[in-house]
């Protein structure tokens, strides 16, 4: 990778793009500390530093846009709404008959897909804006007026500051993958999550020197260095997985057409292990941290005994909000349950063996020893199961890992979303090495004239 990266920038070209993508970061991270007017950013900081926890809705939307969220930037929505109208859209085009079409109609049939994406994008930007608004007022208390006319203009500049900071972060996100590297999003996404690893890593430092004449303890600097350790050894893990595809063999029938023959060739049909990404997690995740977002709002009691002396609803809602605690082993279990239903039902989506046995069928090839038609979409249809399973399990002990992490020691909480977070980085960094090697290839190939 390193190597792809010095041979990409001695080409002026592809140096230009790399120099635009930087700035368009740079520019991402000076908006990360412009915070929006009339709120208590003190306030909004403790409140979010007991409240986003756990796993829940609030953790995840932090951590995805950067820390942005707890500190009320004009960025504190980042991506989220564009990523989250992408996978609405992505799935209505499967279900809405009219979306299918519009996607098999080509580059004009995506133009119009894109624009529904930036409708629903900004949409959703406006109703997450007033949503974290009213948080901000009813549950933190950190909007500084709430009343009169006052309170009508600061409720408008915020919602205003966070809807225009998410347009613009798309924006960026447009320009980075028209004029600079790789995918714009993922660029922005990786941005806002590669600057939240040194909190992570203070917060290890400070575990390390928490004994009180300032001392190191031994406790947390050898669990420091394994968990450094089993994070290096995550990242190995996901390249390998990343990279690692099942190679279904095509073999094309020899053809004559006039005088000339057609055909003959040995091929495959590469189907990779992690076909999904990072999607089924986001999935889960977001199904997950329901309930503790709810409990948020709705406070349990604080222990069995209270929940009984206010009768059965509150026993039972006791119950519910503690099940889905990352504290408790159910919810591991659970998680990675849904990591791998959803996983199966993205690959659905995603990988039609149906019409893959129709395509070789109809270009004269076929898998040796499998017959044409049904016998070859049954063969595909075994194979993806086979390997979406492999990437399930995969997914699901990425993402719990680092939760099963904290349950040896509650301090490591904050490390409870370590292992998504990496997944997503690692993905996005092969992504981008990916695109500078395919664009190194095309200015080197031995057949391009200049």
């Not at 009213?134 to 933190?140: E, G, H, K, P, Y």
């Not at 309170?151 to 028209?178: D, K, L, P, Y």
């Not at 004449?213 to 996901?238: E, H, N, Q, R």
């Not at 992490?405 to 409870?416: G, R």
């Amino acid at each position: 990778m390193f190597q792809t990266l010095k041979n990409a920038w001695s080409v002026p070209d592809i140096r230009k793009k790399f120099i635009y993508t930087l700035i368009m970061i740079i520019i991402f991270r000076i908006g990360s500390a412009v915070t929006v007017p009339f709120l208590d950013l003190a306030t909004i900081q403790t409140w979010m530093d007991a409240n986003a926890t756990n796993g829940n809705f609030l953790e995840y939307l932090n951590i995805l846009t950067g820390d942005n969220l707890s500190k009320a930037t004009i960025f504190s929505l980042s991506i989220t709404p564009y990523i989250n109208a992408s996978i609405i859209v992505q799935l209505l085009t499967y279900a809405l008959p009219p979306l299918e079409r519009l996607q098999e109609e080509g580059e004009e049939g995506r133009k119009v897909i894109n624009k529904i994406m930036a409708y629903v994008a900004l949409g959703l930007s406006i109703f997450m804006s007033v949503a974290y608004y009213l948080t901000m007022r009813n549950s933190m208390r950190a909007v500084t007026y709430t009343t009169g006319f006052y309170g009508w203009f600061a409720a408008i500049v915020i919602v205003a500051c966070f809807t225009a900071g998410a347009s613009f972060v798309v924006w960026m996100g447009n320009r980075i993958s028209e004029k600079g590297i790789g995918n714009g999003v993922s660029m922005i996404l990786f941005a806002g999550i590669l600057a939240r690893f040194p909190t992570d890593v203070g917060n290890l430092i400070s575990l390390i020197f928490s004994e009180e004449d300032g001392k190191i303890s031994p406790k947390y600097f050898w669990t420091s260095l394994a968990v450094l350790v089993m994070f290096v050894l995550m990242i190995g893990f996901i390249v390998f997985m990343n990279e690692a595809e099942r190679r279904v063999p095509i073999q094309y029938a020899k053809r004559v057409v006039g005088r000339k023959q057609f055909g003959g060739q040995n091929t495959h049909i590469p189907i990779k292990v992690i076909m999904s990404g990072v999607m089924p997690i986001i999935f889960a995740m977001a199904f997950m941290s329901l309930p503790s977002t709810i409990s948020m709002f709705l406070q349990p009691a604080e222990s069995l005994e209270a929940a009984k002396e206010s009768g059965g609803w509150a026993v039972f809602y006791f119950h519910f909000i503690n099940f889905f605690r990352t504290t408790s082993p159910w919810y591991a279990i659970l998680y990675f349950v849904l990591i791998i239903a959803f996983n199966y039902f993205y690959v659905s989506m995603q990988y039609n063996p149906i019409e893959i046995a129709n395509s070789l069928r109809q270009n004269n090839g076929a898998i040796p020893g499998i017959r044409p038609g049904k016998p070859t979409s049954d063969y595909l249809q075994r194979v993806l199961s086979k390997i979406t399973l492999v990437g399930a399990i995969f997914l699901g002990i990425i993402a719990i890992f680092p939760i099963m992490l904290s349950w040896f020691d509650p301090n490591l909480q904050s490390l409870s979303m370590g292992g998504t977070s990496i997944l997503i980085v690692v993905s996005v960094a092969l992504e981008t090495a990916r695109t500078l090697e395919s664009q190194l290839m095309m200015r080197h190939h031995k057949g391009f004239l200049g």
